[in-house]
T-cell receptor, first 111, second 112 residues
Framework: RKEVEQDPGPFNVPEGATVAFNCTYSNSASQSFFWYRQDCRKEPKLLMS?????NEDGRFTAQLNRASQYISLLIRDSKLSDSATYLC????WGGGNKLTFGTGTQLKVEL | SQTIHQWPATLVQPVGSPLSLECTVEGTSNPNLYWYRQAAGRGLQLLFY??????ISSEVPQNLSASRPQDRQFILSSKKLLLSDSGFYLC???????????FGSGTRLTVV
């Protein structure tokens, strides 16, 4: 079983749509959670951290369910510029702050 | 502000040739440093990480090595490249666990 699992997609959605990505992780000791965005042939960039109570940043909402070991990212009012691969990322203290990345979910926002 | 520099951006090397990729961080002290590789169409794989000068932890057995000769310098090397070493190599740094990593712009290596 992979440590971090994501649906690879692609998710093809029209502009303005709401889209949700899901992610599961296997290590119950995981303590930090993030969503990264990676544009084609570019480095990943931190989109947002994910907190236990859930958090929102503009059109983006992240949720964490520790009991189910499940993380989600919701994007509202999708823009063409949201087209990218979204990486689910977890870390735990015992791992020396090593982040483990999912393989990513590809999003394509279309006119 | 903190910045991370990684070079070269693109590299084409023949099988059996040596490799040296360099990464430097500015604007911070004693960062944790990481080398990741992303093969075509695949996820990021952690290769090495370092929590201090001269300290290197290897995550997977492979044809590569890493060194940290200075606090903010991290080097990835190979004595003889294999075709399977092709990929997108990314250096990253962090100082506070809960704030994730910042990546360099990466080196796209093609071994021919």
């Amino acid at each position: 079983r992979k440590e971090v699992e994501q649906d690879p997609g692609p998710f093809n959605v029209p502009e303005g749509a709401t889209v949700a990505f899901n992610c599961t992780y296997s290590n119950s000791a995981s303590q930090s959670f993030f969503w990264y965005r990676q544009d084609c042939r570019k480095e990943p960039k931190l989109l947002m951290s994910v907190y236990s109570s859930g958090n929102e940043d503009g059109r983006f909402t992240a949720q964490l369910n520790r009991a189910s070991q499940y993380i989600s990212l919701l994007i509202r009012d999708s823009k063409l510029s949201d087209s990218a691969t979204y990486l689910c990322v977890v870390s735990w203290w015992g791992g020396g702050n090593k982040l483990t990345f999912g393989t990513g979910t590809q999003l394509k926002v279309e006119l | 502000s903190q910045t991370i520099h990684q070079w070269p951006a693109t590299l084409v090397q023949p099988v059996g040739s040596p490799l040296s990729l360099e990464c430097t961080v500015e604007g911070t002290s004693n960062p944790n440093l990481y080398w990741y590789r992303q093969a075509a169409g695949r996820g990021l794989q952690l290769l090495f990480y370092s929590v201090g000068i001269g300290q290197i932890s290897s995550e997977v057995p492979q044809n590569l090595s890493a060194s940290r000769p200075q606090d903010r310098q991290f080097i990835l090397s190979s004595k003889k490249l294999l075709l399977s070493d092709s990929g997108f190599y990314l250096c990253a740094w962090s100082t506070v666990a809960n704030y994730g990593y910042t990546f360099g712009s990466g080196t796209r290596l093609t071994v021919v």
